[in-house]
């Protein structure tokens, strides 16, 4: 990527969240002099700068230092720092290459990658890729926006890779230069990241450099339901399979898609081969069938065996926040999918329901309007609990159609609320269709504070 040795090159790592730390970390390993810096200062980064200066890092907590940013040769920059940033307008900075931690990692590992982006389902789909490539015995690294940093996959020599399965999201891919993935799989697009991206039509381009860097060896997993994915994906160099779920392919090209609206079937080369049925999935809802025939047509790629193609399937679990059951009693189900954080993850929750819901809806809102969810509501929500910063954009855009309740305090309060409304046979959904950071660190958070107060009520 860089065609001076590391160990004669300055970088700057700007920001020292998860990736951040594993950039500077990879970087000093390899022999360059690193400079990181982060605008927050907190005890948690207090802690990690002192480890990162430990190991030769010169780190700054609470400002970016102009002149140490102008000596350096090359900027990495983490995916949380909006292009917006003040740190990118100063003179010092804009004449700098600026890459992602993505494209960095890329220039150190020496498995091949399989990248998994989209707007909804990415964490589900590049965890249970893993669990299926495990299975048939592969050497599998998993990582990027998904447990460890895709450096720290990279500079974890000793492990052996075969593969490594990485998430990438959009502002990964915004700042790549030859980052160029074996497989390539596009789940889906719609509208996100609005609080980031002026408009859509920039954030699918971010999402288009996916192919930047395409040969005739790519390899790619489409979702061919999907207008945008295919249009995207049309007439980029490499071979394309898409998978299906609602309308099967009516050709006889390789494909996977839903039989009878029942059975998982894959089409490779000629010969069909049922996989499973879809009530052996252990996720809820449609779109994990989609996941599940995306992760089989990597594995196919791959070559693991058809058998642990079926068990990996078979016995993957549902992940933390994504349509995660927590508890039943009283006869309510609750389920916490705090990862949905857009309106098109919250549509696709609702569409998994099977019981009349109690719809937690909130937090800080992306610059999308709430009435796209309006077409998913009739006959399954019986009723919102509306909280958070976006509480009165949501009763205005769906208190017509809907009950709308608000809360204005935390989300123990939500939990009550929705506990009174709810009769035997509901499920209360929290799918907010909203950033977290009005009341938490991120979605995470959020998730795991609801799964303790419904645990502990259940309890």
């Known amino acids: 990527m860089v065609r001076l040795a590391w160990s004669e090159l300055r970088v700057g790592v700007l920001g020292l969240g998860r990736s951040g730390r594993a950039a500077a970390r990879l970087l ?6 690193v400079y990181a810096s982060d605008a927050a200062d907190s005890g948690e980064l207090r802690s990690a700068a002192r480890e990162l200066r430990s190991e030769g890092v010169n780190v700054d907590l609470g400002r970016h230092d102009r002149s140490a940013l102008a000596d350096c040769d090359l900027l990495v920059a983490s995916p949380g720092i909006p292009p917006t940033a003040e740190v990118f307008g100063w003179p010092e900075v804009k004449s700098l290459r600026v890459i992602s931690e993505l494209e960095l990692a890329f220039a150190f590992l020496a498995a091949p990658i399989i990248a998994v982006t989209g707007t909804n389902g990415k964490t589900t789909t590049t965890a249970w890729i ?9 050497r599998v690294g998993v990582g990027g926006n998904i447990g460890r940093a895709l450096s720290e996959l990279a500079a974890d020599r000793e492990a052996g ?8 999201s959009s502002f990964q891919l915004a700042q790549i230069e030859r980052f160029n993935p074996a497989i390539g799989v596009l789940l889906n697009l719609c509208p996100d990241h609005l609080d980031r991206y002026e408009d859509v039509n920039l954030y699918y381009a971010d999402k ?3 192919f930047a860097n395409a040969s005739p060896e790519s390899r790619w997993v489409l979702n061919g339901e999907d207008l945008e994915v295919r ?7 490499g071979r394309a399979t898409c998978f299906w779920v609602a309308t099967p392919p009516t050709g006889d090209e390789d ?3 839903l039989a009878r609206g029942r059975i998982l079937v894959a089409r490779m080369e000629g010969r069909e081969i049922e996989l499973l049925a879809r009530d052996e999935l252990k996720l809820l809802g449609t779109h994990n069938v989609a996941n599940a025939l995306a992760a089989a047509l990597v594995a196919l790629y791959v070559r693991v065996p058809l058998e642990a193609i079926r068990e990996g399937l078979r016995e993957f679990e549902p992940l933390p926040h994504r349509l995660q059951p927590v508890a039943e009693y009283g006869g309510v189900l609750w389920i916490n999918d705090s990862k ?5 993850s919250t ?5 998994a329901m099977d019981r009349p819901v109690v719809l937690l809806l909130g937090g800080r809102p992306k610059g999308q309007s709430f009435a796209g969810l309006t077409g998913d509501l009739t006959g399954r929500v019986k009723a919102v609990v509306a909280y958070g910063e976006a509480g009165e954009q949501i009763e205005e855009e769906l208190g017509k159609r809907v009950r709308v309740v608000r809360v204005e305090g935390s989300l123990e309060d939500v939990v009550d609320c929705a506990a009174r409304l709810t009769e035997p046979g509901d499920a209360v959904l929290l799918a907010p269709a909203c950033a977290s950071f009005d009341m938490f660190h991120d979605y995470e958070e959020r998730g795991s504070v609801f799964t303790r107060l419904v645990s502990e009520a259940a309890a």
Request: cysteine-free.
């Open 28 to 33: 000093r390993r390899a022999g360059a002099s």
């Open 130 to 138: 893993g669990e299926v490539l495990r299975r048939g015995g592969v």
């Open 161 to 168: 890779y075969e593969w490594v399965v990485a998430e990438v």
């Open 208 to 210: 288009a450099r996916l």
């Open 231 to 237: 249009r995207m994906a049309e007439g980029r160099l």
């Open 255 to 257: 494909a996977a898609f």
């Open 340 to 344: 949905a954080t857009n309106v098109a």
């Open 347 to 351: 549509r696709v929750a609702l569409q």
